[in-house]
Structure formats: structure tokens, C-alpha cells
């Protein structure tokens, strides 16, 4: 499967964005999907993830509450909604599918396939 990312872009604090996953391939509503993201100088880190069906998520205690991940599989489209943002959710983010369950939903070595990534800025 291939993944394209978009929706990044700068925002103000406290303003919102959604991204978007855009996903090949007729089986897309069988892959697990998740985002993370990348800060410079540091690691790459789980944000969200959800299951083939959309009906179990799961999120980063940093942006729980915050963010929202959902799906459309007819669209074979991954969603990240962002509320709230802060100059720290600044990074790269990326998506991720796999193909499987949802064990070890937040685990970068879980999933197969990585879009490209979309640059998030958010200004203080």
C-alpha cells in the first residue's frame, strides 16, 4: 500500500488542523492506521492509531483529548483532526498502516508502510 499525507501547514496556538492519509490498494479497510510524528533532534513518536473498522483508537497520553483519529474507509482516507495547538505538537507527521490487529497499536516497529510525512508549524 502506499500512503500520501497532506493537511500540514502553520497555524497560530490554540488553532486546529486536520490531516489527511490518503491510502492505495482495494484492502485499505483491513490495515491498521496510525500517525506519528517527529520533532527535530528527537526521536519519532506515536500520536494515534485505529483499527481496520474505526471502531477501538488509541492515543498518546500527550494529545488525548486534543487530537482525534478517524477513518473513512469508502474514501480509503485516514483523518488526524488537531484542536488546541501548541508550539510542542510542532514535527513532521507521518502515517503508518499494517496489516493486522490492533496489538501494539503505538509501536513504530508494528507497522509496514509510511507516507511521506506533512510539516506541522505552530506558532507561539
Known amino acids: 500500500v502506499q500512503l500520501q499525507a497532506c493537511g500540514g501547514g502553520l497555524v497560530q496556538a490554540g488553532g486546529s488542523l486536520r490531516l489527511s492519509c490518503a491510502a492505495s490498494?482495494?484492502?485499505?479497510?483491513?490495515?491498521?492506521m496510525g500517525w506519528f510524528r517527529q520533532a527535530p533532534g528527537k526521536e519519532r513518536e506515536f500520536v494515534a492509531a485505529?483499527?481496520?473498522?474505526?471502531?477501538?483508537?488509541y492515543y498518546a497520553d500527550s494529545v488525548k483529548g486534543q487530537f482525534t483519529i478517524s477513518r473513512d474507509n469508502a474514501k480509503n482516507t485516514v483523518y488526524l483532526q488537531m484542536n488546541s495547538l501548541k508550539p510542542e505538537d510542532t514535527a513532521v507527521y507521518y502515517c503508518a498502516a499494517d496489516w493486522g490487529a490492533t496489538t501494539d497499536a503505538s509501536s513504530i516497529l508494528k507497522y509496514d508502510y509510511w507516507g511521506q510525512g506533512t510539516q506541522v508549524t505552530v506558532s507561539s
Open positions: 490498494g482495494r484492502t485499505f479497510s483491513r490495515y491498521v
Open positions: 485505529i483499527s481496520w473498522s474505526g471502531g477501538s483508537t
